[in-house]
C-alpha cells in the first residue's frame, strides 16, 4: 500500500500562487507516476498534471498548462505542484494520485491506483 497526504492549500487572491505538496510513504514502488486531479462541486474530478518517475516526462491538462509546473524529488518521495497565475477557476479540492509506470502518461483517474485525502485551493477574484 502507498499513502499519500497533500498539503499547500488554501486562500489566495487571483493571479497569486501556491505551492502543492503531497508526501507519499509506504510501498512507494507503486507509485512509480505521479499525478495530479482536482474536482471542483458539482463537477466530476479531472486530470491537472502527471510525472514520471524520473521527471523526464511530464503532461498538463490545456487549462493549466504555463501556469503549473509538476516536479518530484524522490529522495523526499514528495511530489509538487507550483501554481502560478492562479484563476478562481482553479478553485477545486486538488488530489495528489500515484501509479504504475506508465509511458505515455496518463490523464484519467482509472490509471492510478493511490490517492491522497486531498487539499482546498480557493482563489478569490
Known amino acids: 500500500q502507498v499513502q499519500l497526504v497533500e498539503s499547500g492549500g488554501g486562500l489566495v487572491q487571483a493571479g497569486g500562487s501556491l505551492r502543492l505538496s503531497c508526501a507519499a510513504s509506504?510501498?512507494?514502488?507503486?507509485?512509480?507516476?505521479m499525478g495530479w486531479f482536482r474536482q471542483a462541486p458539482g463537477k466530476e474530478r479531472e486530470f491537472v498534471s502527471a510525472i514520471s518517475w524520473s521527471g523526464d516526462r511530464t503532461l498538463y491538462a490545456d487549462s493549466v498548462k504555463g501556469r503549473f509546473t509538476i516536479s518530484r524529488d524522490n529522495v523526499k518521495n514528495t511530489v509538487y505542484l507550483q501554481m502560478n497565475s492562479l484563476k478562481p477557476e482553479d478553485t477545486a479540492v486538488y488530489y495528489c494520485?500515484?501509479?504504475?509506470?506508465?509511458?505515455?502518461?496518463?490523464?484519467?483517474?482509472?490509471?492510478?491506483?493511490?490517492w491522497g485525502q486531498g487539499t482546498q485551493v480557493t482563489v478569490s477574484s
Open positions: 494520485a500515484g501509479g504504475p509506470y506508465r509511458n505515455p502518461l496518463r490523464a484519467l483517474p482509472r490509471s492510478y491506483d493511490y
Open positions: 509506504g510501498r512507494t514502488f507503486g507509485a512509480v507516476t
